[in-house]
């Protein structure tokens, strides 16, 4: 599928692959932000000479291939924003709009370099595993800010963003 553009050459909205990946990336984060604490559990065991519970054991190796797929697959969603962009913001304040830039800046950033400090300190510890631990509550809160604009976006403003991401144009 294309993006569609206007006549003026600006993209309307999203594709399905773009649209795609955004829930895939979410739902992979979703399950490593609720299941990630076995990783800390199982690398604790480890430094203690314990062995962890096969259920820990098993989150933890699914924390560390999620991480891996959310890297690989934000490489992909990179590469389709630069090759189709991306509709322009609805029209708003420069505040909210410098907001909505920084925050999506701010979630590849963290898409991106999450998955390195977790791998790095997976192999070399600290202070990699420190960086990648404090990364929760950062992700926490931009979601939380994320979903919160965008309700607001459908409910207050009325102004159609939230549709961009879950219908292809």
């Known amino acids: 599928m294309t993006v569609t553009m206007k006549r003026t050459g600006a993209v309307r909205g999203y594709s399905v692959y773009q649209i795609g990946l955004h829930w895939l990336i979410a739902a992979l984060v979703l399950v490593q932000l609720i299941f990630g604490e076995s990783m800390s559990v ?8 314990k062995v962890p519970s096969a259920f820990d054991s ?3 190796w699914i924390h560390y291939y ?5 890297l690989g697959l934000v490489a992909v969603r990179l590469a389709l924003r630069l090759k189709n962009g991306a509709p322009p913001p609805p029209a708003s304040s420069g505040a909210i ?3 909505g830039k920084l925050s999506h800046w701010l979630f590849y950033v963290l898409l991106v370099g999450v998955p390195i400090t977790g791998l790095l300190g997976y192999s070399y510890g600290d202070p990699f595993g420190e960086l990648h ?3 929760k509550p950062v992700f926490v809160i931009l979601i939380g800010l994320h979903v919160a604009a965008s309700l607001y976006h459908q409910f207050w403003r009325k102004d159609g963003l939230l549709m961009r991401m879950l ?3």
């Not at 999620?66 to 959310?70: P, S, V």
């Open 167 to 169: 219908r292809p144009d």
């Open 42 to 49: 199982v690398i604790e065991a480890a430094e203690e000479g």
């Open 66 to 70: 999620f991480g891996i797929a959310i």
């Open 97 to 99: 709009e410098l907001a």
């Open 58 to 60: 098993n989150l933890a």
């Open 133 to 135: 631990t404090f990364a």
